[in-house]
């Protein structure tokens, strides 16, 4: 493993992070704790999650995973706050009152005393950010968090908040998690550039725009039962799938040919050599996706392969409708 330094925090930290949004979910306890075990053995040394994934669900599994295998502070553990998770009117967003009840209860799920890198999963725009600074900086003085970041930020809102934790002599965010990959290259605009100017870490979440860009879904109207794009009833996923990510993956597979080598590992390769990007975040499902996903590491992209890469997938375009603000329904007031 190349480790890498996680922005400014002296921190060294795998090139791919471990993903959990798959436990508690599609995958059970056993491949959960199975994955886990065999990314440790592996080299990775960080691991992604949040508390609405599985309703707390993949926190539980990482949590009792890492009891087991008594390797915690081997683990940069990170998680997320934001996202509803209940009915009860407060129980969402990013305010001081939710941040701390919900880092509470990430705590248990995790059975650990403090989380390495606590996110906000998305803002909230109705919430001023230095009121969400002065909650997570009581949690890091408090010893329950060590560092914070945001995801899905858009650029400008990562920067008031560098400013407003400037101003009030609080603890800055560290990092940025948003969708970067062959299907959606928008975050080389200004997001990276951001990122590398304040010297924060970009890890960018989807790398393989949700599956998309494996390979294994082919010019048909419809996909195989129980993959991602195989629900025909969810048209954000359906959407996302669409015959310019048919194209990147055609182009990919004469590279993968050449190299020996999955089209996933080429897509995964390509973003792991971009110049800003720190760790890509993968989100195995089963043990034989993580053995894929792993093999990306030893693929070097050659500056041929390089150049046309980014003549199927243009340079800062948004080449497939991969993420867009719906997704966020709490982006603004709930």
């Excluded at 243009?314 to 497939?320: D, I, L, R, V, Y």
């Amino acid at each position: 493993m190349n480790y890498k330094l996680f922005g400014r925090t002296g921190i060294y930290i795998s090139p791919l992070i471990l993903g959990c949004m798959m436990f508690g979910q599609k995958t059970n306890y056993k491949d959960s704790a199975e994955i886990i075990d065999k990314s440790i053995d592996l080299g990775i040394n960080f691991f992604d999650t949040a508390n609405v994934y599985g309703n707390g669900a993949s926190e539980e599994f990482v949590g009792k995973a890492l009891k087991e295998n008594k390797k915690r502070s081997d683990i940069f553990l990170a998680t997320k706050v934001n996202s509803r998770m209940s009915d009860k009117p407060n129980d969402l967003g990013n305010s001081r009152n939710n941040i701390i009840n919900q880092c509470e209860n990430s705590l248990k799920r995790l059975q650990t005393d403090y989380i390495d890198l606590y996110q906000l999963h998305r803002p909230s725009n109705y919430i001023a950010i230095d009121e969400t600074l002065k909650a997570l900086d009581d949690l890091i003085r408090d010893g329950k968090v060590r560092y914070i970041g945001s995801s899905n930020f858009g650029s400008w809102q990562v920067v008031e908040s560098l400013w407003a934790s400037e101003k009030y002599g609080l603890n800055r965010f560290v990092s940025e998690q948003s969708p970067f990959n062959l299907a959606d290259r928008r975050a080389e605009r200004e997001h990276i550039q951001m990122c590398k100017t304040y010297d924060l870490a970009f890890i960018p979440w989807s790398p393989l725009g949700g599956g998309g860009l494996t390979g294994k879904y082919v010019r048909t109207s419809k996909q195989e039962t129980g993959t991602r794009f195989g629900d025909e009833t969810d048209t954000k996923k359906i959407k996302r799938f669409n015959l310019e990510v048919l194209n990147i993956t055609d182009g990919l597979s004469k590279i993968s040919n050449n190299n020996n080598c999955s089209i996933a590992q080429v897509a995964l390769s390509w973003v792991m050599s971009q110049n800003g990007v720190t760790a890509p975040i993968i989100g195995p499902r089963t043990i034989e996706q993580l053995d894929d996903n792993i093999g990306a590491i030893n693929i070097k992209l050659s500056e041929k392969e390089m150049t046309f890469i980014d003549e199927i997938a243009k340079p800062g375009s948004n080449t497939a409708d991969f993420y867009e603000a719906s997704f966020a329904p709490n982006l603004f007031r709930p």
